[in-house]
């Protein structure tokens, strides 16, 4: 069964970081790009970014660059979302996802997620 | 960045309705979108990918419809666990959009 469990979440001061993980099981971890996607109370779905198999290539949405790094250990079936010089604008939960590119229809989409995790960033 | 736009934002609909949700994006993303259901208190489920095709172990009554700028999500005969946010994604262009969300309520 596949399942991703994120963790790491909790009330961090404007300024502060804070370090998420995702652990993953029940697939093989290296073959997939994972999905940041972060949700604020009460509002919609914002994709936060993505990590491929290999590390290798990582994109962010421009409200998190240059404050927010992924990184992954393929080893431990681990993903990592390093967060800096946090604002009050990044308090939401946030969920890891896995993406899946499909050959069929040739696209991609986000098939499995994580419970998510809060973040509060507030003084 | 593209943007995506749902309509209505929020339904009010009955058992046994059917649904229809809108999807248009602010420029051509092929059929590069995907359509989630969410309930409250848990994470999004995939619904449909490729703007058409069902994801494994959903529903029939779930169809998806589209390619360019806009994109159908349909419940052919709404049922009591179907009340939840529906929101599309476009998988296009970097950064992956999602869509506002719309909100299905039981009238």
């Known amino acids: 069964e596949v399942q991703l469990v994120e963790s790491g979440g909790g009330l961090v001061q404007p300024g502060g970081s804070l370090r998420l993980s995702c652990a993953a099981s029940g697939f093989t971890f290296s073959s997939y790009w994972i999905n940041w996607v972060r949700q604020a109370p009460g509002k919609g779905l914002e994709w936060v970014g993505n990590?491929?198999?290999?590390?290798?290539?990582?994109n962010y949405v421009d409200s998190v660059k240059g404050r927010f790094t992924f990184s992954r250990d393929n080893a431990r079936n681990s993903l990592y979302l390093q967060m800096n010089s946090l604002r009050a604008e990044d308090t939401a939960i946030y969920y890891c996802?896995?993406?899946?590119?499909?050959?069929?229809?040739?696209?991609?989409?986000?098939?499995?997620w994580g419970q998510g995790t809060l973040v509060t960033v507030s003084s | 960045d593209i943007q995506l736009t749902q309509s209505p934002s929020f339904l009010s609909a009955s058992v046994s309705d059917r649904v229809t949700i809108t999807c248009r994006a602010s420029?051509?993303?092929?059929?590069?979108v995907a359509w989630y259901q969410q309930k409250p208190g848990k994470a999004p489920k995939l619904l449909i990918y490729?703007?058409?095709t069902l994801q494994s172990g959903v529903p029939s009554r779930f169809s998806g419809s589209g390619s360019g700028t806009e994109f159908t999500l349909t419940i052919s005969s709404l049922q009591p666990e179907d009340f939840a946010t529906y929101y599309c994604?476009?998988?296009?262009?970097?950064?992956?959009?999602f869509g506002p969300g719309t909100k299905v309520d039981m009238k």
């Open positions: 994604q476009q998988l296009n262009n970097y950064p992956f959009t």
């Open positions: 996802a896995r993406g899946y590119y499909d050959s069929l229809t040739d696209t991609s989409h986000l098939d499995y």
């Open positions: 990590i491929k198999e290999d590390g290798s290539q990582k």
């Open positions: 490729g703007a058409s």
């Open positions: 420029q051509g993303i092929r059929n590069y």
